[in-house]
């Protein structure tokens, strides 16, 4: 009992522990508020580059989408194109084969008479018009179809006839190598070489 008598006067001053527990609490308070900040500053950055590579996204999908569009319209008009010079040829085509049937067509004839082989040149069977084989083949085979109406945008059906037997072979290649060359002068002309010698 003497013992719990002198121990009884002790005094424990506690402000000092309490100031530290305040100042470790307030650390820790402190600590924690920084760290939601930075969590929360790392959340909102990754939400901002989501954000940004969803509109990425979104650009790239309607950058391709109006890529995919205007290729589209150009294979279009492209196939419209294509059409249009398809038609276009079949109406010439028609339209050389109707002259055909009707008998619309440039004979030229070359024949061998005085020693000498000259080009009879006539449209529809009418009276021809004879062309000498000379320097100026090419110009007067132009003028011939000329003179019947004909220019660069006819239709024209031509036939170069001759007798293999009685023509100079160097004539007929000479005369065939000018029409190719006359060829170039037409859009739309059509020829067709007749040997009667072997149609007989």
């Known amino acids: 009992m ?3 008598r002198k121990n009884k006067g ?3 001053e506690l402000t000092s522990l309490l100031d530290i527990i305040m100042i470790m609490l307030f650390w820790v308070m402190l600590n ?4 939601a900040q930075d969590v929360e500053k790392k959340a909102q950055e990754k939400i901002d580059a989501a954000e940004s ?3 990425q996204a979104q650009q790239d999908a309607s950058s391709r989408i109006e890529k995919a569009r205007e290729d589209a319209k150009a294979q279009v008009a492209q196939a419209e194109e294509r ?5 276009a040829a079949v109406v010439k085509m028609q339209s050389a084969l109707d002259g055909f049937n ?9 024949k061998y008479a005085d020693s000498k082989d000259t080009l009879y040149i006539s449209q529809n069977g009418g009276t021809p018009v004879s062309v000498a084989i000379g320097d100026d083949l090419s110009k007067d085979i132009v003028n011939a179809l000329n003179s019947y109406g004909l220019d660069k945008d006819s239709i024209i059906l031509a036939a170069f006839i001759y007798d293999g037997d009685k023509v100079l072979y160097r004539d007929v290649n000479r005369v065939q190598d000018i029409l190719s060359t006359v060829k170039g002068n ?9 040997n009667s010698s072997k149609s007989n």
């Open 83 to 87: 059409n249009k010079e398809n038609t």
């Open 186 to 194: 037409y859009k739309n002309l059509y020829f067709t070489h007749i």
């Open 102 to 110: 009707s008998g619309m067509m440039v004979s030229i004839e070359m």
């Open 32 to 35: 924690i508020s920084n760290s």
């Open 2 to 4: 003497n013992t719990f």
């Open 53 to 55: 590579r969803v509109v």
């Open 10 to 12: 002790i005094i424990i």
